[in-house]
């Protein structure tokens, strides 16, 4: 196929970075990164090759989720600077031709917003409505599931207004009521508050969940308690999307990505169908999910999970939106664990090339890459062995709960080491000195020892590692159209040690190949002949072409121009 212009998209051809600014680079030595932290590493973004950075969460906020609880949306959290700190990085990453993303939370706001300050106060404030609420002469509400309630509890009893409140996520993040036009239009106004000083763009955080049934019915019997696919077929969801992109996007040149939890592959086009006029692009959850045993907690599962299952899943996401929509694609972030321990291999031998693997997986298909911090790097989980050592608070709520329950404590902190959030959240490791070079400080939560050999300052001066290897290979993608607008085809679909895929533009034709395994793999070139001419990336030194075969290395990666 070949590109029509008007399909052509900034945000289509760019690669984000995301940075969680907590953990990035402190610069005054409190031990949490903050603003200042980010501005002083901007060359080493911009040395990425990176188009885009995706921030965290930095407005002010009590931090009981890591800034996913903001209490003042047009202020700076104090302990990451000022707004004068926040223009001058917005200045810095614009002077080197970088966008970036804010990441906006309005499902739901901290309970020490303004807002549900007052609207805990009484049934008759003017605030009341922004926020949902059951009154308790109604008697029990309906079950509604929370994500980090100890009792897994999403209503919460508030006194003085004889009623519960609603909250998905913490006791201390209150819904905010989006059937009320009023808590819409706020939202709008602060939006173009940060569009107007220069931001490309948003990510929206749990975008999918805002509109709710306010009859609070029971949950259908078909939903199978499957609560994220419920909240996630809110009645007004598109309606929402189409006024939030009519008010604010259609205004703007800039890109919109909804973390859309609980939409699945059937339902997903509209969201992001440029004729429905909503948004740019979504995060679906299908393929970090995979593998996972999904009970009480996340578990990784029994057993390993299967290169098959995991093509089947990018496979039928690339079609979704071969015709119209666009895809990201991610394979971890500061919610999930590191990238390399969940789906390649962190031993020692293997570190390396898996981590190059997947980040030639990641800019290699047809949908914009996401690349969270360190994974540049080989970050590696660092498997907390006591609970004291965690700071999320899923973790902390999920062990409280457990315990109450008198669970098997030791069995979940076992999988917390292959599942938590704060596997990612550990501090940036920048050079082999002290706490990784993050902070002169106590650093907020422990550094992985592994800091003293996998760092940015070893990598920088070693041709051959993850870091130099992701910079030409951003330099591949980013000058080559089929990389990025190619049509995509699964080669060898049932091979379970093998992913092999062509890209496909015009008569450009690329053969991506890439061995998931820690073995040697001899892998059949179907109707293909290769040479050595032909390869335009590798991770190894050499590539081993055998007429029709190659003898692929533990983790090789390989795109070659067939
Ligand atoms: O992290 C998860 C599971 O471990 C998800 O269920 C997560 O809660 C969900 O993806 C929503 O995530 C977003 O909203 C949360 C916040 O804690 C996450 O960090 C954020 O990415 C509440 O705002
Ligand atoms: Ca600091």
Same mark, same amino acid.
């Given at each position: 196929?070949?590109?029509?212009?008007?399909?052509?998209?900034?945000?289509?051809?760019?690669?984000?970075?995301?940075?969680?600014?907590?953990?990035?680079?402190?610069?005054?030595?409190?031990?949490?990164?903050?603003?200042?932290?980010?501005?002083?590493?901007?060359?080493?973004?911009?040395?990425?090759?990176?188009?885009?950075?995706?921030?965290?969460?930095?407005?002010?906020?009590?931090?009981?989720?890591?800034?996913?609880?903001?209490?003042?949306?047009?202020?700076?959290?104090?302990?990451?600077?000022?707004?004068?700190?926040?223009?001058?990085?917005?200045?810095?990453?614009?002077?080197?031709?970088?966008?970036?993303?804010?990441?906006?939370?309005?499902?739901?706001?901290?309970?020490?917003?303004?807002?549900?300050?007052?609207?805990?106060?009484?049934?008759?404030?003017?605030?009341?409505?922004?926020?949902?609420?059951?009154?308790?002469?109604?008697?029990?509400?309906?079950?509604?599931?929370?994500?980090?309630?100890?009792?897994?509890?999403?209503?919460?009893?508030?006194?003085?207004?004889?009623?519960?409140?609603?909250?998905?996520?913490?006791?201390?993040?209150?819904?905010?009521?989006?059937?009320?036009?009023?808590?819409?239009?706020?939202?709008?106004?602060?939006?173009?508050?940060?569009?107007?000083?220069?931001?490309?763009?948003?990510?929206?955080?749990?975008?999918?969940?805002?509109?709710?049934?306010?009859?609070?019915?029971?949950?259908?019997?078909?939903?199978?308690?499957?609560?994220?696919?419920?909240?996630?077929?809110?009645?007004?969801?598109?309606?929402?999307?189409?006024?939030?992109?009519?008010?604010?996007?259609?205004?703007?040149?800039?890109?919109?990505?909804?973390?859309? @939890?609980?939409?699945?592959? /059937?339902?997903?086009? !509209? &969201?992001?169908? *440029?004729?429905?006029?909503? #948004?740019?692009? $979504?995060?679906?959850?299908?393929?970090?999910?995979?593998?996972?045993?999904?009970?009480?907690?996340?578990?990784?599962?029994?057993?390993?999970?299967?290169?098959?299952?995991?093509?089947?899943?990018?496979?039928?996401?690339?079609?979704?939106?071969?015709?119209?929509?666009?895809?990201?694609?991610?394979?971890?972030?500061?919610?999930?664990?590191?990238? @390399?321990?969940?789906?390649? /291999?962190?031993?020692? !031998? &293997?570190?390396? *090339?898996?981590?190059?693997? #997947?980040?030639? $997986?990641?800019?290699?298909?047809?949908?914009?890459?996401?690349?969270?911090?360190?994974?540049?790097?080989?970050?590696?989980?660092?498997?907390?062995?006591?609970?004291?050592?965690?700071?999320?608070?899923?973790?902390?709520?999920?062990?409280?709960?457990?315990?109450?329950?008198?669970?098997?404590?030791?069995?979940?902190?076992?999988?917390?080491?292959?599942?938590?959030?704060?596997?990612?959240?550990?501090?940036?490791?920048?050079?082999?000195?002290?706490?990784?070079?993050?902070?002169?400080?106590?650093?907020?939560?422990?550094?992985?020892?592994?800091?003293?050999?996998?760092?940015?300052?070893?990598?920088?001066?070693?041709?051959?590692?993850?870091?130099?290897?992701?910079?030409?290979?951003?330099?591949?993608?980013?000058?080559?159209?089929?990389?990025?607008?190619?049509?995509?085809?699964?080669?060898?679909?049932?091979?379970?040690?093998?992913?092999?895929?062509?890209?496909?533009?015009?008569?450009?034709?690329?053969?991506?190949?890439?061995?998931?395994?820690?073995?040697?793999?001899?892998?059949?070139?179907?109707?293909?002949?290769?040479?050595?001419?032909?390869?335009?990336?590798?991770?190894?030194?050499?590539?081993?072409?055998?007429?029709?075969?190659?003898?692929?290395?533990?983790?090789?990666?390989?795109?070659?121009?067939?």
């Amino acid at each position: 196929m070949s590109i029509d212009e008007p399909k052509k998209k900034w945000w289509k051809e760019g690669i984000v970075y995301q940075i969680y600014p907590r953990s990035f680079k402190d610069s005054n030595g409190d031990g949490i990164g903050d603003l200042r932290g980010i501005i002083s590493q901007l060359d080493y973004i911009k040395s990425l090759g990176v188009d885009i950075v995706w921030l965290n969460p930095i407005y002010a906020s009590p931090n009981d989720d890591n800034g996913y609880d903001i209490s003042d949306y047009y202020s700076i959290m104090p302990e990451f600077g000022t707004m004068e700190d926040f223009d001058v990085l917005l200045e810095g990453l614009h002077q080197r031709g970088i966008k970036i993303l804010m990441d906006m939370v309005v499902n739901h706001t901290s309970d020490e917003h303004l807002w549900f300050q007052e609207a805990r106060k009484s049934r008759t404030n003017p605030y009341y409505n922004f926020y949902h609420w059951w009154p308790a002469e109604n008697g029990t509400p309906p079950k509604r599931f929370s994500f980090f309630d100890e009792k897994s509890d999403a209503w919460k009893f508030n006194e003085a207004t004889n009623a519960y409140y609603l909250h998905y996520f913490s006791v201390k993040q209150p819904d905010l009521n989006w059937e009320n036009p009023e808590v819409r239009q706020e939202v709008y106004k602060i939006m173009k508050f940060w569009l107007d000083k220069g931001v490309d763009g948003f990510r929206l955080d749990v975008i999918s969940f805002i509109s709710k049934d306010i009859s609070f019915p029971q949950i259908p019997d078909h939903y199978n308690n499957d609560f994220p696919r419920y909240y996630a077929e809110g009645p007004q969801l598109h309606e929402y999307l189409q006024e939030m992109n009519r008010e604010v996007f259609s205004k703007y040149n800039c890109m919109s990505v909804g973390e859309c @939890v609980g939409i699945q592959c /059937n339902n997903a086009l !509209p &969201f992001v169908d *440029a004729d429905s006029r909503e #948004l740019d692009m $979504f995060f679906h959850f299908d393929a970090v999910n995979y593998g996972y045993a999904m009970g009480e907690f996340k578990q990784p599962g029994t057993e390993r999970w299967k290169l098959k299952g995991f093509k089947e899943i990018f496979s039928k996401w690339n079609d979704v939106f071969k015709e119209k929509g666009w895809g990201s694609i991610y394979l971890g972030n500061h919610d999930q664990p590191r990238m @390399v321990t969940r789906w390649g /291999n962190d031993n020692v !031998p &293997f570190r390396n *090339a898996s981590a190059k693997l #997947l980040l030639t $997986f990641l800019l290699s298909m047809r949908a914009t890459p996401y690349i969270y911090q360190g994974d540049e790097i080989g970050m590696a989980n660092i498997r907390f062995d006591s609970i004291d050592d965690y700071r999320d608070i899923e973790t902390i709520n999920m062990y409280q709960q457990i315990k109450n329950k008198g669970g098997d404590l030791d069995y979940f902190l076992e999988s917390q080491k292959i599942t938590a959030r704060d596997n990612a959240r550990t501090p940036f490791q920048w050079s082999d000195e002290a706490q990784a070079g993050f902070t002169s400080g106590h650093p907020w939560i422990r550094v992985n020892p592994d800091a003293a050999h996998i760092n940015v300052t070893a990598q920088e001066k070693d041709e051959n590692s993850v870091l130099n290897y992701f910079r030409r290979m951003i330099d591949l993608r980013k000058k080559s159209p089929v990389l990025i607008y190619g049509d995509y085809e699964l080669v060898d679909k049932d091979n379970e040690e093998v992913y092999a895929y062509t890209r496909n533009l015009n008569n450009e034709k690329w053969l991506i190949v890439l061995n998931f395994t820690n073995e040697v793999v001899p892998f059949f070139i179907p109707g293909f002949m290769l040479s050595q001419n032909d390869v335009l990336i590798n991770n190894y030194n050499d590539v081993i072409i055998k007429k029709h075969n190659l003898e692929l290395q533990p983790y090789q990666a390989v795109i070659a121009r067939v």
